[in-house]
């Protein structure tokens, strides 16, 4: 069966700089969230899109910023790269009932590890 | 906010013993979540759980939602089901988004 798919799987960046990770949900699948591990922690939700618009959203900072596009794949812009941005991103998709988000499972992604130097 | 509370924290096991993980919140929640994360760092979905009994295996899991708790029965542990095991919910309300919160997790070392 089809699975989240990530890219890229690994990234190096100094900070600073910038980032771009992409998310392809699983197909039908209408509801794409982001979240954040960092090392030795929990994953943190950071936002979350229905149906191409925004539907949540979490401890996020302003310098990310995320959209999902007609196609349902979704992006995660991160600006002015930090040491402590360096983490396990994961992305995950559900097929939410129409005119209700959420409450179904959520399927992961196998995520983008991004390391800050 | 809604609490996640998992325990134990940590659990080391003999190969082929039984485990039971527990995970407690603290309010009404739509759905509840048990993931394995393995060495590799991806998040396998376990069950998808808010209420009642379901079986896959040597693995189970049970959810009373009215007392705010669910049970992962590990059976017959493996080393391969050694790595973190995360309880995640959605909270009821208004919103309901879908977003996950997740508890702190149990880290799981089975030896052989």
């Known amino acids: 069966a089809a699975g989240v798919i990530q890219s890229p799987r690994h990234l190096i960046k100094e900070k600073r700089e910038t980032a771009t990770l992409k998310c392809y949900p699983i197909?039908?699948?209408?509801?794409v969230y982001w979240y954040q591990q960092g090392p030795g922690q929990d994953p943190q939700f950071l936002i979350s899109f229905y149906e191409k618009m925004q539907s949540d959203k979490g401890s996020i900072p302003d310098r990310f910023s995320a959209q999902q596009f007609s196609d349902y794949h979704s992006e995660l812009n991160m600006s002015s790269l930090e040491l402590g941005d360096s983490a396990l991103y994961f992305c995950?998709?559900?097929?939410?009932?129409?005119?209700?988000?959420?409450?179904?499972?959520?399927?992961f992604g196998p995520g983008t590890r991004l390391t800050v130097t | 906010g809604i609490q996640v509370e998992q325990s134990p924290p940590d659990l080391i096991l003999q190969e082929g013993a039984n485990s039971t993980l527990r995970c407690n919140f603290s309010d009404s929640v739509n759905n509840l979540q048990w993931f394995h994360q393995n060495p590799w760092g991806q998040l396998i979905n376990l069950f998808y759980i808010p209420s009642g009994t379901k079986q896959n295996g040597r693995l189970s899991a049970t959810t009373v939602a009215t007392e705010r708790y669910s049970l992962l029965y590990i059976s017959s542990s493996q080393t391969t089901d050694s790595g973190v095991y995360f309880c995640a919910v959605e909270i009821s309300g208004s919103s309901n988004t879908g977003k996950l919160i997740f508890g702190q997790g149990t880290t799981l070392q089975v030896k052989p």
């Open positions: 197909p039908r699948h209408d509801t």
């Open positions: 995950a998709s559900s097929f939410s009932p129409p005119g209700l988000a959420g409450s179904y499972e959520q399927y």
